[in-house]
């Protein structure tokens, strides 16, 4: 998408103008253009100086925004300068404060003295002309300081694209000019010596009026201009955070440079309390960083050797020598601020109904205008009256209200996902996930942590757990199996140390072999091991549990003799089961898809309690399972590898998460910087609290204009007395923009995290029974006497988040715990023995 600058533009009628003129050129696909940026985005083969003739034609001027140097200046101060930074504001204020100092002197003469009988020099007592000369000279000098109108206004008429401004200039204008002939009738009068006619073109003096006019409309414009400047306030805000300059290596010594300079591959060092310049790796130190700035995150970030670092977090303890691997507009801070600006400059689906009513709005306003004077003269009003309700109905009407109703709110609604760690890429996106009804989540990397864990481990009768550890970590930290690594991981956990093997061979698909001071060890799978030791029927029945949870046991023996087993799995995120039931209680279906086995799906799908499991896909098979799944509603996919790209690009709504590839957050829709999937219902609220937000802002910008119109042209007048001034309607006019702008801003108010305000239901897509999957564990229990006992151990139990039920018998002495997210042997064991009474196993 090519981006432009376009000035000129004053209301909803030049964007809509803009565009139409735009999207006639040929080679043009599609035309976006933003009032709330004064920004276009094209999309098509056109070329830059054909889109730019096409906007001059409409009466405007298009500047050309090198997308390349826009983002590279991303880190300096003029792109924040050239885009962003509210020069309209001073420039009004200006105005206003020239414009009403006049018109505090004209008040004071057209009303103060004329109605109130303040004391007047006196020459001008009595002097009827000379008043009307004098407040003829000082409208006119606000008009003068107000030209912009006149100028904007009257051009766009005469390219037949009549905007706001030429409502206001017809209003003011039209006032000006009644007032001018009045009072050169009232000079004629004067010259006849008839003082009834003298007194009465007096009364139809309306310069304060056409001055009054221009000045509140200004008012208006300031306050709109200083609310839109706010709603930009966290693209400003991530622009100040890009650092300015690196201090990087040069043989061996330390060099400060310009952020710009840095090239990919340099060394560059970061003490505590610095900025990170750019995307790197860390090389050497080991430190904490906020990564706030990108994440919304507040905990800082431990970081080592081998871990990434990004542009413009802050390292806040130690001292970290990295290397560049993303500098300029590939830094993922350049990457965000690019996606929000591109997001602002394109326009959401809701956003067409205003544009086709702002397209016809400004001439119907005309013709309404026009219909209300020469109603009124046919009805034998005089020409004043009847042009005080014609005027009335030019500067109450607003289109600037219709205009802005969608980009403040999408602004403002961008803003808070990026300060938040959630990035919308358009405005589309921004609409239309609140409006999803089926969420389909890939379980490796997004459910789960993607890296296999040790969670259980049992041993034989004659070997202690750190002896079962020692022959394990000896064995497998020969292996790169990323199996093998949870072993070797949890070994170095609990401290234990690896003896060195010999005769080291791996057997694919089945386990490892070696021999430690002559005894040969192995371990494997429950087949291999089987094939070289005996298997209890004890052993394979706790095997058969722990396979049916989602886990892969691993079998150990030495010499022939089992030591234990050691079970490993890919365990789900903490937030993952959270996630999920808020996703739920928002009325969305959960589904699972993933390539595992059914087995292993199905337990993973009761941890985190989804609606439905899909297992056993291929990349193009995930593609077909959303394709299904839209058969029922409109689908987000949220994934994180390349094989789901297919996915996401194919699903309503592609939601990446940012820890991901880049193949995966380049076919998303939405990106989440954060790698939670707490993020994806926090997503899906933000856009369900834009809409409505926009909901409410179309409606009082319409409801604005279907009472304001009529009441200003008189329509009430014999039925209940009701007649509007036309400066009373400029007033109106004034204020409907900046409540329009100031709604969106109320937004920032909301907590978009806090789940008190989404829709609860009953899940009703439940497909994963109970009883197909079973997560339970047996607790052993000694000290229990009676059924008082039972029911102390069975309260304390079912207390703990994720236990649904538990069964407990003094008799046998056991608990049996049914699990709805897994829990710990420790958590269970701390329960019960807080109570006083002795854990000897859990299985």
């Not at 030429?166 to 003082?195: E, K, N, P, R």
């Not at 739920?584 to 799906?601: C, F, L």
Request: include cysteine; charged fraction near 20%.
């Amino acid at each position: 998408m090519k981006q432009y600058n376009v000035t000129g533009m004053s209301c909803a009628a030049c964007s809509s103008r803009v565009e139409k003129a735009v999207s006639k050129v040929p080679g043009v696909e599609s035309c976006s253009v933003s009032l709330l940026t004064n920004s276009m985005g094209v999309e098509g083969t056109a070329s830059p100086d054909e889109i730019i003739s096409a906007v001059e034609r409409a009466g405007y001027e298009a500047a050309e925004k090198g997308s390349s140097d826009a983002i590279n200046d991303a880190t300096a101060d003029s792109y924040e300068n050239n885009m962003l930074k509210d020069t309209e504001t001073p420039a009004l204020k200006k105005r206003l404060i020239a414009s009403v100092s006049v018109l505090a002197v004209l008040m004071y003469f057209s009303m103060g003295a004329m109605m109130w009988g303040w004391p007047l020099p006196g020459f001008l007592e009595g002097n009827h002309e000379a008043m009307g000369i004098l407040q003829l000279i000082l409208s006119a000098v606000i008009m003068v300081i107000n030209q912009k109108f006149f100028i904007s206004g009257f051009k766009s008429l005469w390219h037949r694209s009549p905007n706001m401004d030429t409502l206001v200039a017809l209003g003011s204008g039209a006032a000006f000019v009644y007032s001018t002939y009045a009072l050169f009738a009232m000079t004629g009068a004067q010259i006849d010596a008839d003082m009834d006619s003298v007194m009465k073109y007096m009364h139809e003096f309306y310069f304060e009026s056409a001055a009054m006019i221009l000045a509140l409309i200004t008012v208006g414009k300031m306050l709109e201009a200083r609310s839109k400047g706010k709603t930009t306030d966290a693209l400003k805000g991530l622009m100040k955070l890009a650092p300015k300059s690196a201090v990087i290596l040069k043989d061996g010594i330390e060099m400060q440079v310009p952020v710009k300079q840095v090239k990919k591959g340099d060394i560059f060092v970061v003490r505590p309390g610095e900025n990170i310049p750019v995307d790197g790796v860390v090389k050497d130190g080991i430190s904490a960083v906020n990564e706030s700035a990108l994440t919304g995150e507040s905990i800082p970030v431990d970081k080592g050797p081998e871990d990434t670092v990004s542009a413009a977090t802050i390292n806040q303890s130690g001292f970290l020598k990295c290397e560049a691997t993303r500098v300029g507009e590939d830094t993922t801070l350049s990457q965000i601020i690019k996606m929000v600006s591109e997001a602002a400059a394109t326009k959401a689906p809701i956003a067409k109904v205003a544009d086709k009513v702002s397209g016809v709005f400004v001439p119907a306003v005309i013709a309404i205008a026009a219909v209300t004077v020469i109603g009124w003269l046919i009805a034998g009003q005089t020409i004043g009256f009847a042009l005080a309700r014609g005027i009335s109905v030019l500067v109450i009407s607003c289109p600037c209200a219709l205009g802005l109703a969608t980009p403040v709110a999408i602004m403002v609604g961008n803003g808070i996902g990026a300060k938040n760690g959630i990035l919308f890429k358009t405005a589309v996106s921004l609409e239309e996930t609140g409006k999803m009804q089926i969420v389909a989540l890939d379980k490796t990397g997004t459910i789960t942590k993607g890296e296999p864990r040790v969670t259980d481990i049992v041993v034989s009768s004659s070997v202690t757990e750190e002896s079962l550890l020692h022959y394990a970590y000896s064995l497998e930290i020969k292996s790169e199996h990323p199996l093998a690594k949870a072993v070797v991981e949890m070994a170095e956990e609990k401290g234990v140390k690896a003896e060195e093997v010999s005769e080291f061979k791996i057997m694919p698909g089945n386990g490892l072999s070696a021999r430690m001071n002559g005894a040969l060890i192995v371990g494997g799978s429950l087949s291999f091991a089987q094939s070289s030791m005996g298997v209890s029927v004890d052993l394979r029945n706790k095997a058969d549990r722990l396979a049916r949870e989602g886990k892969t046991p691993l079998f150990f023996g030495k010499d022939g003799d089992v030591l234990g087993m050691i079970a490993v799995a890919d365990v789900i995120k903490e937030d993952s089961h959270k996630a999920v039931k808020q996703l739920q209680n928002m009325g969305i279906k959960v589904v699972m898809i993933t390539g595992d086995n059914e087995q292993t799906a199905k337990a993973i799908g009761k941890q985190a309690g989804v609606d439905q499991v899909i297992a056993g896909v291929l990349p193009e098979g995930k593609e077909e399972a959303i394709r299904g799944l839209q058969e029922e509603g409109k689908t987000a996919m949220v994934g994180d590898g390349i094989n789901d790209a297919p996915a996401l690009t194919r699903a309503n709504m592609g939601i990446a998460i940012g820890a991901g590839t880049d193949v995966a957050i380049d076919a998303a829709d939405v990106v989440l910087m954060n790698s939670s999937l707490m993020d994806v219902p926090t997503a899906i609220r933000l856009s369900r609290l834009t809409l409505r937000n926009i909901h409410q802002n179309l409606f009082w910008a319409f409801i604005y204009n279907v009472i304001g119109i009529p009441l200003a042209a008189g329509v009430w007048i014999h039925l209940l007395g009701w007649q509007l001034n036309p400066m009373f309607a400029a007033a109106a006019m004034s204020l409907s923009s900046f409540c329009v702008v100031t709604n969106a801003l109320t937004l920032n108010l909301f907590n978009i995290r806090n789940t008190k305000h989404d829709h609860k239901r009953k899940n009703k897509h439940k497909q994963v029974k109970e009883e197909e999957i079973t997560m339970e564990k047996t607790i052993r229990i000694e000290g229990m006497m009676c059924q008082h006992c039972e029911a102390t151990v069975k309260k304390t139990l079912e207390e703990l988040d994720g236990v649904k039920s538990a069964q407990v018998s003094h008799e046998k002495g056991t608990a049996v715990v049914d699990m709805v997210s897994p829990l710990s042997d420790n958590v269970l064991k701390k329960a019960v023995e807080d109570k006083d009474y002795k854990v000897t196993s859990i299985e």
